[in-house]
């Protein structure tokens, strides 16, 4: 059975960046058996009713400005899965979860940045899935939990976002210094994940140290993916850090493993 992820995908210059953290994720698609596909969250597409993708050939967003210009140059022309789109349907209607389809979007560089450090080659198939910031934490968790038997299926289920994620914040004069505030949250959030605490873990916004600073209330869609890749390992209860990094100061780079 494949684990779900939670990925942090950072800064769209990650996709022409080579460091700790691009290495990383190219091992780990090495690593992991070959999926059948692959189901995305993304914190880049939010949408007020969850949205499942069924798209032949997806096109690739570049939802940014101002970065280098070999960015918008990248292509990422995943396929996507009629018959894991009909899976997701008939889980999500036995488990009470209204969703719409979504036949034209391409992929957004929350999605494509994280795919394409994992398989290059755009090679295995995709289903693009929104996420809802005004959902609660919870009930993120249950859409999760409600695609979990899709792991026994050879379905590889990724969240891509970020932990501590302030833009506002960032001090794009890296000078290799982490802020404390970052480190405190990040040292709570890894404490409550391990230990499957996800009833504190659904009030960090209150009980996590310096939530505001790490998951600002105009940012929270960064970091809500992790619940819904929380709960598509609720079966199993278990959560391993595998990577966690940091840039500009407090931009986590982090990978989580459940299951």
């Known amino acids: ?28 698609g090495k690593d992991l058996p070959r999926p059948k596909a692959i189901v995305l969250f993304s914190a880049h597409w939010e949408s007020q009713h969850q ?8 096109s690739t967003i570049y939802d940014f400005g101002g970065f ?41 560089h929350g999605a494509w940045v994280v795919l394409r450090l994992l398989y290059p080659n755009a090679d295995i198939p995709v289903i693009a899935m929104s996420v809802n910031p005004k959902l609660t934490p919870r009930e993120q968790y249950k859409i999760g939990k409600s695609l979990s038997a899709l792991r026994a299926n050879d379905v590889l289920i990724i969240a891509s976002g970020g932990t501590s994620h302030n833009l506002r914040a960032l001090k794009w004069a890296d000078n290799g210094q982490v802020d404390q505030w970052a480190l405190e949250f990040e040292d709570w959030l890894a ?12 009030k960090y916004d209150s009980l996590a140290p310096y939530a505001e600073y790490s998951v600002p209330p105009y940012g929270n869609e960064h970091f809500i993916p992790l619940f819904y890749a929380l709960g598509a390992a609720d079966d199993v209860k278990k959560a391993s850090l595998l990577h ?6 407090n931009l986590a780079h982090s990978v989580w493993q459940f299951g």
Not at 52 to 57: D, F, G, P, R
């Open 68 to 108: 280098d210009p070999a960015l918008y140059t990248i292509k990422y022309p995943a396929k996507g899965n009629q018959q894991i789109s009909e899976e997701i349907k008939n889980l999500f209607n036995a488990n009470d979860v209204p969703f719409e389809i979504e036949t034209s979007r391409g992929l957004d």
């Open 191 to 202: 404490h409550h994940l391990q230990t499957w605490d996800v009833e504190s873990l659904f």
């Open 51 to 58: 949205k499942v993708s069924e798209v032949k050939e997806y």
């Open 244 to 249: 966690r990094s940091f840039r500009y100061g």
């Open 1 to 28: 059975m494949l684990p779900s992820f939670f990925i942090a995908h950072g800064a769209p210059l990650l996709a022409v960046e080579e460091n700790e953290y691009t290495d990383f994720l190219n091992q780990i």
